[in-house]
């Protein structure tokens, strides 16, 4: 086989197994990574974005982003990308050997890795068109400093002080891309023409320290913005390491000289299965939490109003976290089935696998907020994630449901318009817009808006960024469905006093059927207490009985809930069995290490 | 720095328009333009850039003429999405020949193949020219975290925006994400190159431009209990007066007016710009004090004051607020006692934000049916009292029912206004004008104009306390920037400490 076949079937496995991990692997996430970006094709947005450092990539980036809303195609695109950034590196070095070729293909991988590694970051004030943003500029960059070598070809000194030049107007485009274009030139005439590389490389250092000191005064950003744009700032560590990683690995593999290839390499596949293996090592490192991925794809069900799709997910989760309990909890409230599946669940909770802790109630509690019929304290929510975090198109997408639902026909209008505009949503802006102003015509086709807005309680309360539990809590008297609404949070909230406290307030609801999760705590409050309140409700005798039961054998494990857990796994299911064991707000301090 | 894209579709419209013209043939529809924003029938300033809109119906073309009482008529071709962009010369040279002159504009809109002719519309420009420069803050209409957020200042002849200083430096890097607010900016009547604004959060203060220098301060001493917040600075003399506010808001889970901002406590003081001295003006146990507006001539200070404070009422909702005015010596720098000028709360309503006229005719001010932030109660209304009567009443030829309409202020030469108004979404301010004829009567309110006329449909902050200014600001945010850096100057007091204020009844000293 020769070499030319050797690097075509390297560069069909980098694309193979980039497609597969992104548009398949990936596939939520990339969804995610466009859910949580917002771009919009009006001149407000664009003089926005394009003030800002390297606004005409990130403009260009953002613009692209909107394309993962369909991971195949975005994943389609995006290796392609991976591979043009293989060819260009192998352009810009003397690709004749083996272990050379082996090397080109580092950068693309790393570039792999830091666009899936993103996590939770998404969620903060974190531009997840990053992915797009870090292919782009490594793509333009090789590009430049391929043209930076030709012009010194074929001018000579001229040729270096116009690309000094170019990098400089373009330093305001594509920011740190620009002068890092002179570093790959001097990399690329290392070996050849070391006096050379050393003029392109003080151009490159020059630029790179220069530049952002006077576009910090032009373009209002903290400082590391302007000198590191588009990259992620160090806040970011993962991403920001893993993006220096790969600039770095650009320039080796260009620069550092091979001397002699190894024989073993040269035979057939060999180099092949060295890429297959590197892009296993992409694998292993990659962002790969269970939660997190069941996290994206619940949250991309909510958002579709696929309740059923979200229970189905929520299936195969073990060691459920906040988010993941309350995306079940939104898909159990809006079919019905809060009270009879809310403790039929998993009862050892995770906290989140990230170190941005500050903004886990961001993910979910808008979302949350809005299906438990409180819309204003979710748009206070998704304001809060608007404002602190950055503007995405899901918030904006709630942001038209909640003026839907509140007959704010303007405001839905303006919401709409700016939804139009996008490249994934404008269909789901068309499919809303009958509905401006028509609220009743809203709730007759999506019947779960209409008892967000039935449900929603007719009096003032003035209350600020509290948890579902504390909302409820906070009224003086209830409507029967918030008051079950409340019940259940009192008891998944493990305060079964003011759980008893409030049942007696409201007995005739329960007379003749009660759901078994309060049937178990009135029964074990009666054994507990001796105030027999069992005769007042419908408490069926098995359930006594298993009540009993349980508390004989949980005594046990009243020290030892780990094990109490898995011994006692035939009551999961019941209340009692959460009540005990159950961890639903975990210690947020006990945080596994970023992977 | 901001790339005018529509400067380019501008040269487009341009072009288009030199190669378009009135329909051969066209059905006269008899129907009203339905335009955005809705510039029909009103009075525009000589001296506005361009009134740009776009038609809202649905359209495959528009053709606009405007024909002026005096010259030539000029043919505008809609471009894009049926964006009528009028060139910014030939605008120019038509208004100012057609001063206290009518226009007329005929709209043409082609649909199915056919061209309709809608009824025309005029409108009649003013000799009274607007002050070139508006001064605003942009905010999203967030809650409780600030954004994005920045002042701004716009150009009303040239439609073009500037930057004064904006918190996006320290807004997108998480590391140092912080509550960072820019506002409550003002200038000097008489002296608009003296400015000032503040910058919240760690390492800010109030930013004062005075005498060709900035400078960051900290206004908040003695027994002040809270910092400074909503100033007004004296017309000629180097006097700020604050009132300095203990400022809280309450989400409602149900309510239309989903958030209300409230005063805990609020008193008067005067900051002294040469001896960097602050004074107290107005201590009170049993109201509370706020929004300060001079008099012309300097001798008054027009503030609202509570008729009790939340503490005895309990609920904002009861809470209303009067006009008053206290009288001011400036060369004793002593004040007078306290005149009521306009009593609401007797009639259950609440006045605030008084703003009198710098030829001191009238006061503006808003009324609502409680509270002091109205700037989100859609109860809010401008109403304006003639200061020569004392008649009060309510400017419905501009207000919108059921949406709120407040943060006022004048042109210098008081024939002009601006406020910012909910009006068209309920969620987005936005500014308008409107002008007053010598019988005060105020004329259909026109929205601020942009290059691009969907600019307002597509920004998603809100406009926030617009104010004229004869002057541009003359800093760049690297200015601001280097004052922010730079140590701070603390003010110090000049007033008795209150050693008797329990903190409950909304005495100066909260404990």
């Known amino acids: 086989m020769s070499f030319k076949q050797t690097r075509w079937i390297c560069e069909a496995v980098l694309f193979i197994f980039a497609f597969l991990f992104l548009g398949v692997f990936n596939a939520e996430y990339l969804y995610a990574l466009q859910a949580q970006n917002l771009f919009l094709a009006n001149s407000v947005f664009a003089n926005e974005t394009l003030a800002q450092s390297a606004g005409v990539l990130v403009y260009v980036s953002k613009f692209l982003n909107q394309f993962l809303h369909y991971p195949l195609l975005g994943a389609c695109f995006m290796s392609a990308g991976l591979v043009g950034i293989e060819r260009l590196v192998a352009r810009l070095t003397t690709c004749d050997c083996y272990c050379r070729l082996l090397s080109v293909f580092v950068p693309s991988l790393l570039v792999l890795l830091a666009q899936t590694s993103a996590g939770y970051a998404i969620y903060d004030n974190f531009d997840t068109s990053f992915a797009v943003s870090l292919e782009v500029g490594l793509l333009l960059s090789l590009g430049l400093a391929n043209a930076f070598r030709l012009l010194y070809a074929k001018l000579g000194t001229k040729g270096l002080a116009v690309s000094t030049v170019l990098a400089i107007v373009l330093y305001f485009a594509i920011g740190i891309f620009s002068p890092f274009s002179l570093l790959v030139a001097s990399a690329s005439l290392f070996a050849s023409d070391r006096k050379t590389a050393l003029h392109f490389l003080l151009g490159g250092v020059a630029l790179l320290l220069l530049l952002p000191m006077l576009a910090t005064s032009m373009v209002q950003e903290d400082y590391l913005f302007t000198l590191l744009g588009p990259l992620p700032v160090p806040y970011f560590k993962p991403l920001f390491m893993l993006a220096m990683l790969t600039l770095v690995s650009v320039v080796m593999a260009i620069a550092v000289p091979i001397f002699r290839d190894l024989e073993l390499m040269q035979k057939t596949f060999v180099t092949p299965a060295c890429v297959l293996a590197l892009c296993g090592l992409t694998f292993y490192f990659s962002f790969r939490d269970a939660n997190y991925r069941t996290e994206l794809e619940m949250k991309h069900c909510v958002e579709d109003m696929d309740f059923d799709g979200a229970l189905k997910v929520a299936e195969t989760v073990k060691r459920p976290t906040r988010p993941i309990a309350a995306y079940r909890y939104i898909a159990l409230e809006a079919k019905g089935r809060l009270s009879t599946d809310l403790f039929n669940f998993p009862v050892r909770y995770d906290t989140i696998n990230s170190p941005y802790t500050d903004i886990t109630d961001l993910i979910f509690q808008p979302d949350l907020m809005l299906y438990s019929s409180q819309p204003n304290i979710s748009l206070l929510w998704g304001m809060e994630s608007w404002t602190n975090t950055k503007r995405t198109v899901s918030d904006l997408k709630r942001f038209t449901l909640t003026s839907l639902i509140q007959g704010e026909a303007e405001l839905s209008r303006k919401y709409i318009n700016q939804l139009k505009q996008t490249v994934g949503y404008s269909k789901w802006a068309e499919d809303f817009e009958p509905y401006v102003g028509k609220q009743q015509e809203l709730f007759n086709a999506y019947p779960v808006l209409g008892n967000v807005y039935r449900h929603q309680l007719p009096m003032v309360n003035s209350i600020g960024i509290f948890d579902l539990p504390k909302v409820m809590s906070s009224y003086s008297q209830l409507d029967p469905v918030n008051m079950e609404r409340r019940l259940l949070l009192h008891l998944y909230s493990k305060n079964t006093n003011a759980f008893i406290s409030d049942l007696q307030t409201v007995a005739g609801m329960y007379r003749e059927k009660m759901p078994m999760c309060m049937q178990e705590i009135v029964a074990l409050y009666a054994m507990n207490t001796k105030i027999n309140l069992i005769k007042y409700f419908p408490i069926k005798r098995d359930v006594a009985e298993r009540v009993a039961g349980f508390v004989k054998a949980a005594e046990f494990y009243a020290k030892d809930h780990e094990n109490g857990a898995e011994q006692l796994k035939q009551y999961q299911g019941s209340y009692l069995y959460f009540l005990l064991f159950g961890n639903p707000y975990p210690n947020a301090n006990n945080l596994k290490s970023n992977k | ?511």
């Not at chain 2, 009135?22 to 955005?36: K, L, M, W």
């Not at chain 2, 002026?68 to 999405?81: D, M, N, R, Y």
């Not at chain 2, 008193?267 to 001896?275: A, H, M, P, R, S």
């Not at chain 2, 004074?279 to 200070?301: C, F, H, I, M």
Request: charged letters at 20%; a neutral charge; aromatic letters at 12%.
């Open chain 2, 1 to 511: 720095m901001k790339v005018k894209l529509y400067t380019v579709a501008g040269l487009f419209s341009l072009l288009a328009s030199c190669s378009s013209g009135v329909p051969g043939s066209f059905t006269e529809n008899g129907r009203d333009v339905c335009i955005y924003p809705d510039y029909t029938n009103c009075v525009v300033p000589v001296n506005i850039a361009p009134l740009n809109f776009f038609v809202k119906d649905t359209a495959d073309a528009a053709v606009l003429t405007i024909t002026p009482e005096e010259g030539s008529a000029l043919t505008i071709s809609a471009s894009g999405k049926n964006d009528v962009i009028i060139p910014e010369k030939a605008w120019k040279t038509m208004l100012a020949a057609n001063v206290g002159k009518t226009l007329k504009y005929d709209l043409y809109v082609k649909k199915g193949g056919n061209w309709l002719h809608y009824k025309p519309f005029t409108n009649t420009v003013s000799a009274d020219s607007i002050d070139p420069y508006l001064t605003y803050r942009l905010i999203e209409p967030s809650y409780m975290g600030t954004g994005e957020i920045g002042v701004y200042q716009y150009d009303l002849e040239n439609n073009a925006e500037k930057v004064i200083l904006d918190n996006h430096r320290c807004h997108k890097n998480p590391a140092i994400r912080g509550q960072k607010c820019v506002n409550c900016h003002t200038s000097q009547r008489n002296h608009p190159e003296n400015k000032m604004f503040y910058y919240r959060g760690p390492n800010g203060g109030l930013l004062l431009t005075y005498n060709g220098k900035v400078q960051k301060i900290n206004t908040r001493a003695g027994d002040m209990f809270a910092g400074t917040v909503y100033p007004a600075w004296h017309p000629t003399l180097p006097f700020i007066a604050f009132s300095s506010n203990v400022i809280k808001q309450s989400f409602n889970t149900f309510e239309i007016n989903k958030i209300e901002p409230y005063d805990l406590y609020s008193d008067l003081v005067l900051y002294n710009i040469e001896k960097n001295e602050i004074t107290a003006v107005l201590k009170t146990r049993n109201s509370q004090e706020t929004n300060p507006n001079w008099a012309p001539d300097g001798k008054y200070l027009y503030y609202n004051s509570s008729d009790s404070t939340l503490a005895v009422v309990g609920n904002i909702k009861h809470l209303r607020y009067n006009l008053f005015r206290i009288p001011f010596n400036a060369d004793s720098i002593s004040w007078g006692k306290p005149e009521l000028v306009y009593d609401a709360a007797s009639k259950m309503r609440s006045a605030t934000y008084p703003r009198v006229s710098p030829n001191g005719r009238y006061l503006l001010f808003t009324e609502a049916d409680y509270g002091t932030s109205t700037q989100t109660n859609k109860s809010a209304d401008l109403y304006m009292m003639d200061l020569n009567t004392k008649e009060v009443r309510n400017l419905e030829e501009i207000n919108c029912k059921g949406e709120s309409d407040s943060y006022h202020d004048w042109t210098s030469n008081s024939k002009w206004f601006v406020f910012s108004s909910r009006r068209y979404d309920g969620n987005y301010s936005r500014p308008y004008f409107a002008h007053v004829n010598p019988d005060g009567k105020v004329s259909k309110a026109i929205m601020l104009p942009h290059a691009d006329p969907h600019h307002d449909i597509n920004l998603l902050k809100c406009y926030n306390v617009p104010e004229f200014s004869k002057t541009p600001v003359v800093f760049n945010p690297s200015d601001f920037q280097s004052a922010l850096d730079s140590p701070e100057l603390k003010a110090t007091y000049g007033s008795p400490i209150d050693t008797t204020a329990d903190g409950i009844s909304g005495a100066s000293t909260v404990k």
